[in-house]
T-cell receptor, first 110, second 114 residues
């Protein structure tokens, strides 16, 4: 099946810093989503981004499907950004079952 | 507001006592599914449903049942829960099974089976 790897696995930032999270996938996909899992366990939809670039406030994402990667940018980080960030792609030929990446654990400190 | 609602959010129970986790979506989505999340194993699909009365097994269906009698509801049933089913559970929905459709997740249900 498709492999989805994220980097870095862990990241500690000072509040106000910027960061880039990366998601690599092993096969071509027609859908990619970014999620934030907050400390309470909730999975929050950030972006649905099969290709191109999208922005939502301090967050933006870019997917280059032909090169099989996606990037999530966090600018001016805040403590509420802490948690785990996942990218997820659908299984090829498997309907809409998502394969989740390994996650990036982010901690933003004051 | 478009949402996927799971209940309960937290539950501590004992081995063998049947339980149901409800899931409801208000977006008229055809596709619904259940995942469980475990440390080191990530999120794994338990069951999915492509429409009313159409359900199928995911990657880890053992010990679970589901039903889809109405489009909006997709309950997860543990007939005889065991400690290895202690986990964080998520219900998800999308417009239909086309993989180009984004999925929407509920807030999660944390189950502890003693």
């Amino acid at each position: 099946g498709i492999q989805v790897e994220q980097s870095p696995p862990d990241l500690i930032l000072q509040e106000g810093a910027n960061s880039t999270l990366r998601c690599n996938f092993s096969d071509s996909v027609n859908n990619l989503q970014w999620f934030h899992q907050n400390p309470w366990g909730q999975l929050i939809n950030l972006f649905y981004i099969p290709s191109g670039t999208k922005q939502n406030g301090r967050l933006s994402a870019t997917t280059v499907a032909t090169e099989r990667y996606s990037l999530l940018y966090i600018s001016s980080s805040q403590t509420t950004d802490s948690g785990v960030y996942f990218c997820a792609v659908p299984l090829t030929g498997g309907g809409n079952k998502l394969t989740f990446g390994t996650g990036t654990q982010l901690k933003v400190e004051l | 507001e478009a949402q996927v609602t799971q209940n309960p959010r937290y539950l501590i129970t004992v081995t063998g006592k049947k339980l149901t986790v409800t899931c409801s979506q208000n977006m008229n989505h055809e596709y619904m599914s259940w995942y469980r999340q475990d440390p080191g194993l990530g999120l794994r699909q338990i069951y999915y449903s492509m429409n009313v009365e159409v359900t199928d097994k995911g990657d880890v269906p053992e010990g679970y049942k589901v039903s889809r009698k109405e489009k909006r509801n997709f309950p997860l049933i543990l007939e005889s829960p065991s400690p290895n089913q202690t986990s964080l559970y998520f219900c998800a929905s999308s417009r239909h099974r086309d993989s180009q459709q984004p999925q929407h997740f509920g807030d999660g249900t944390r189950l502890s089976i003693l």
